[in-house]
């Protein structure tokens, strides 16, 4: 994605630059790219002068965004999770779980930071 961030809106890259630029299996990359496109982070076309670029701008896209997409819920438990939850099995009182709590906190922390950080700001440093 900072990849493609770099480039002018217009540019359009094909998977096997990437893939080859970022030393990333072809297969595995269409994958991800796919699911990106789905979300509306990318768009494509095919052809001659077809490939992969930005559907928005870089200062529109948060490192929070990709990471949902790509590797799913912020929390390190399911517990802890907004967009993922899902209650433990061993669970005896959820609102009284010591762990649940300061799991919920690296969330929120999590997301504070990724959700603020666009592509636009990682190419400025």
């Known amino acids: ?3 493609l961030a ?14 080859a ?30 490939g992969y670029g930005l559907a928005r701008p870089p200062a529109e896209i948060t490192f ?4 949902r997409i790509t590797d799913g819920p912020l929390a390190p438990l399911a517990c802890a999770s907004l967009s993922g ?3 433990c099995d061993d669970c005896e009182d959820e609102k ?5 709590r300061v799991m919920r906190g690296v969330r929120d922390s999590m997301s504070a930071i990724l959700d603020k950080a666009t592509l636009a700001d990682a190419l400025k440093k």
Request: aromatic share 4%; net charge positive; with cysteine.
């Open 85 to 87: 939850y899902r209650k």
């Open 21 to 50: 630029a970022r030393k990333v299996p072809k297969k595995f990359l269409e994958l991800i790219l796919l699911d990106l496109k789905n979300q509306g982070l990318l768009r494509s076309r095919r052809g001659k002068n077809g």
């Open 64 to 67: 929070g965004e990709i990471i």
């Open 6 to 19: 770099a480039r002018k809106p217009d540019d359009l890259v094909l998977v096997a630059d990437i893939a």
């Open 96 to 100: 009284a779980c010591a762990i649940r």
């Open 1 to 3: 994605m900072i990849m």
